[in-house]
């Protein structure tokens, strides 16, 4: 039987010097036993696995709202892609995997329902409470809402996923680095996530845009970088049908993104001089990323698809019934706290309201946030 001590002989020998290794790490917040058979970094794997909130993100939307089709993402999908991109980079790059995919299925344990709308929605009513911030609400989550130990709340996380989650960035995320050495870059690790998820979310969203028929290949002819996927596609598969020419187009895609960061982050290694974890968190830059002419490429897919896909009046008007649903439960709630369930109510006591009541918003999937709304407004629902 291979013992956590085995394994984290095998990381000091199989993982580059800059990756994060967990028989090195910073620890947790509360002292525990070290499990005899799992590393530190698999044991935070697990704990995100098992808790509510990760449960929670198969009814959360990523483009598509749950009732309009079951082939499309949702928060738990879109994680779990997250998470195979990033463990791919991982292998090329000699990080550390485990790390890699604690962070990548953490990172959206936080998002409230409905998506961005709904991100908007709850920091617009918080604005005079400190604002919500999805990344905050993952370390929320993580610190103190979850409650499965006796001993203390939360998951008790190691520090560097926690710090994973606080410096997670992206063209729609901002950090909150709070306590987490800010100011510095995060691991490796960490920056493979964020880009992880930036491909991830680009190319399936792109994929499920198509498969609404909002998109059509035709329409993305005028994007470099798909019309270069699609026409090597057209080439290689004759006789494909145009989806089966779509999912290689977007394989094709992320193929491509991966093997580009895969190259430049190596290269950016070695003239950075990065020899260990540390030295990548105080680079002058950050140290995983896509090559100029790629990155350029990949931007202009992401604005074809804000342009055409996120803006697109269907995916709107879901999105002005979100904001009118979360705008009008936090309105309620705050008016008359009693209104919330009792199990909620009893956390009011030492924190704000106002935070509790978003604490429970921002933890609904988007069926309960409808539900709850049809309870509060509509005569003909039961209580």
């Given at each position: 039987?291979?013992?956590?001590?085995?394994q984290?002989?095998?990381?000091?020998?199989?993982l580059?010097?800059?990756?994060?290794?967990?028989?090195?790490?910073?620890?947790?917040?509360h002292?525990?036993?070290?499990?005899?058979?799992?590393?530190?970094?698999?044991?935070d794997?697990?704990?995100?696995?098992?808790?509510?909130?990760?449960?929670?993100l198969?009814?959360?939307?990523?483009?598509?709202?749950?009732?309009?089709?079951d082939?499309?993402?949702n928060?738990?999908?879109?994680?779990?892609e997250?998470?195979?991109?990033?463990?791919?980079?991982?292998?090329?790059?000699?990080?550390n995997?485990d790390?890699?995919?604690?962070?990548?299925?953490?990172?959206?344990?936080?998002h409230?329902?409905?998506?961005?709308?709904?991100?908007?929605?709850l920091?617009?009513?918080?604005?005079?409470?400190?604002?919500?911030?999805?990344?905050?609400?993952?370390l929320?989550?993580?610190?103190?809402?979850?409650?499965?130990?006796?001993?203390?709340?939360?998951?008790?996380?190691t520090?560097?996923?926690?710090?994973?989650?606080?410096?997670h960035?992206?063209?729609?995320?901002?950090?909150?680095?709070?306590?987490?050495?800010?100011?510095?870059?995060?691991?490796?690790?960490?920056?493979?996530?964020?880009?992880?998820?930036e491909?991830?979310?680009?190319?399936?969203?792109?994929?499920?845009?198509?498969?609404?028929?909002?998109?059509?290949?035709?329409?993305l002819?005028?994007?470099?970088?798909?019309?270069?996927?699609?026409g090597?596609?057209e080439?290689?598969?004759?006789?494909?049908?145009?989806?089966?020419?779509?999912?290689?187009?977007?394989?094709?895609?992320?193929?491509?993104?991966?093997?580009?960061?895969?190259?430049?982050?190596?290269?950016?290694?070695?003239?950075?001089?990065?020899e260990?974890?540390?030295?990548a968190?105080?680079?002058?830059?950050?140290?995983?990323?896509?090559?100029?002419?790629?990155?350029?490429?990949?931007?202009?897919?992401?604005?074809?698809?804000?342009?055409?896909?996120?803006?697109?009046h269907?995916?709107r008007?879901?999105?002005?019934k979100?904001?009118?649903?979360?705008?009008?439960?936090?309105?309620?709630?705050?008016?008359?706290?009693?209104?919330?369930?009792?199990?909620?109510?009893?956390?009011?006591?030492?924190?704000?309201?106002?935070?509790v009541?978003?604490?429970?918003?921002?933890?609904?999937?988007?069926?309960?946030?409808?539900?709850?709304?049809?309870?509060?407004?509509?005569?003909?629902?039961?209580?």
């Open positions: 039987m291979k013992t956590r001590e085995f984290e002989e095998l990381e000091r020998d199989r580059a010097s800059w990756a994060c290794s967990a028989g090195a790490s910073r620890g947790r917040k002292s525990e036993e070290e499990h005899p058979y799992r590393t530190a970094y698999q044991r794997r697990d704990r995100i696995i098992h808790s509510n909130a990760f449960r929670r198969e009814y959360k939307t990523q483009v598509f709202i749950y009732h309009e089709g082939h499309y993402r928060r738990l999908t879109h994680s779990l997250v998470a195979v991109v990033g463990r791919t980079l991982a292998r090329m790059l000699q990080l995997e790390l890699v995919e604690t962070i990548a299925l953490a990172h959206d344990l936080g409230s329902p409905f998506g961005h709308p709904g991100e908007r929605v920091d617009e009513m918080m604005d005079s409470w400190g604002g919500f911030e999805h990344n905050r609400q993952s929320r989550v993580v610190e103190i809402i979850e409650h499965r130990y006796p001993g203390f709340r939360g998951l008790n996380l520090w560097e996923a926690r710090e994973g989650m606080a410096k960035t992206t063209e729609y995320d901002a950090p909150a680095e709070d306590g987490y050495a800010p100011g510095k870059y995060p691991s490796l690790e960490a920056q493979v996530v964020c880009l992880a998820d491909i991830a979310y680009t190319n399936h969203d792109l994929e499920d845009g198509l498969a609404s028929g909002l998109l059509s290949p035709r329409s002819r005028d994007v470099p970088l798909w019309d270069d996927a699609y090597r596609a080439k290689e598969l004759a006789g494909a049908t145009s989806r089966q020419l779509g999912y290689a187009a977007i394989r094709r895609l992320i193929n491509l993104l991966i093997e580009d960061v895969g190259r430049t982050t190596l290269a950016n290694v070695a003239a950075l001089g990065i260990s974890p540390d030295d968190r105080v680079a002058p830059q950050l140290t995983v990323a896509l090559g100029e002419k790629r990155d350029q490429g990949f931007r202009e897919l992401k604005r074809f698809l804000f342009e055409n896909l996120y803006r697109h269907r995916v008007r879901m999105a002005v979100a904001e009118k649903i979360l705008r009008e439960l936090f309105t309620v709630f705050n008016a008359d706290p009693q209104l919330l369930p009792s199990n909620v109510r009893v956390h009011v006591e030492g924190h704000s309201p106002e935070r009541i978003c604490d429970y918003i921002a933890g609904m999937t988007d069926r309960y946030a409808i539900r709850e709304y049809r309870k509060l407004f509509s005569p003909e629902e039961n209580m």
